[in-house]
Every structure is written in structure tokens, then in C-alpha cells.
């Protein structure tokens, strides 16, 4: 495998690992380099998305490096979270959001063990819409990112506490999420759920 060719699965090594990045250890087996090579592999990567003008870019945070979206374009992702074409949540979003609910503070990787697929996308979409947010790092390899609830959650489901969740047994039969997830927000809701601007509820 040559230097372009290793830069490319390095890409998609951070964009598989999402926000909780890889370190240049964690890089350096898949690759089966030295860290140093490695290293070098990743500044060249880095430099290949300025001088392209691509719209990501790669960052190190808390020595992990990550895939990650250009601060000057938060406008334009702002505009597409909030627009009335995105204002509804999909299937996965909401079973995600019912996991995080139930079971926070949890990492991706738990609520993917949870699902049964990647929760990536959906774990965006809720951040992106204030329903969840990173309130820890769990004590485990590489820190991963703890997702729980936030205030807008409270504030739409009108719940003055997570205490005051309806009771659910949504955990104990994770065959029937689906449909446990459309039932337990039928509950909390009253009406269909359309989370249209959750942020005007705060």
C-alpha cells in the first residue's frame, strides 16, 4: 500500500470512529506503521483538506484526532437542523433518543450494542436539535463521549425531571424497540412527533 493510499484509509479509519477519533497509536496498528510515519501521514492528510478547500478537516483533540466540519460553515448546519424540511425525527433518531433517555449517561458504543447498527448519524442529528449532549467521558479507552438528555428534552416532553419518564420495560426486549419507541413517545407526546424547532421551547 503506498503513501496516497494509507492517507485514504487513515480518512476513513476517523470518519468510521466518528467524535471519538483514533490516536496515532490506535492508527498506527490498523496501519501496521510506526507512530512516527504515521504521524507524518496524518499532517499530510491535513494539508491535502486546506489546500483541496474541503469542507472537513482534521483536528486533534485530547490526543485523539478527528474527522471533524469547518467552524466558519456552523451557519449552513445550523439553517439545515432547523429547517421545516428536517424538523421531523427518523425511526433511528427517536430509538436512539429513547436509549439515551433511559439509559444516560451512555457512549455511542453502548447504545449501538443496544440498535444493533451505528448510531453516528443519529447521535448528530440529536446534538444538532439540543435533545442530547456530551455530559462526560467515560473511564475506558479513549475516553468516549457519555451522551445525556438536555434541558430542551425536558422542556418539549413538559417533564420536570428525567425522574418523571414513563415507567418502560423498552430495555428488556430489545426485538421490540421499534415498536416500544413509537409507543413510549405516543406517551410523552400526546400527538404526533414532529420535534419542529425544539429550541423555541427553551
Request: hydrophobic share 40%; no cysteine; net charge negative.
Amino acid at each position: 500500500m503506498d503513501f496516497q493510499q494509507m492517507k485514504s484509509v487513515i480518512e476513513g479509519l476517523l470518519f468510521v470512529a466518528g467524535d471519538e477519533g483514533l490516536d496515532v497509536k490506535q492508527l498506527a496498528e490498523v496501519l501496521e506503521q510506526n507512530t512516527d510515519f504515521v504521524r507524518e501521514l496524518v499532517l499530510d492528510l491535513q494539508a491535502d483538506f486546506r489546500r483541496s478547500g474541503r469542507g472537513l478537516q482534521i483536528v486533534e483533540l485530547a490526543g485523539a484526532y478527528q474527522l471533524t466540519t469547518l467552524p466558519a460553515h456552523a451557519p449552513y448546519f445550523e439553517r439545515l437542523a432547523y429547517s421545516p424540511s428536517r424538523s421531523s425525527l427518523s425511526q433511528a433518531a427517536l430509538e436512539t433518543l429513547a436509549i439515551v433517555a433511559y439509559k444516560q449517561p451512555i457512549t455511542r458504543v453502548e447504545i449501538e450494542e443496544i440498535r444493533g447498527v451505528k448510531a453516528d448519524r443519529a447521535l448528530q442529528t440529536l446534538v444538532a436539535k439540543d435533545l442530547i449532549q456530551e455530559v462526560d467521558r467515560a473511564d475506558a479507552p479513549g475516553r468516549p463521549i457519555l451522551y445525556g438528555t438536555t434541558k430542551a428534552f425536558l422542556d418539549y416532553f413538559a417533564l420536570g425531571t428525567i425522574d418523571e419518564l414513563p415507567e418502560t420495560s423498552l430495555f428488556q426486549n430489545d426485538d421490540n424497540l421499534e415498536e416500544e419507541t413509537r409507543l413510549l413517545f405516543e406517551k410523552l407526546d400526546g400527538q404526533q412527533i414532529t420535534f419542529e424547532d425544539v429550541s423555541q421551547s427553551e
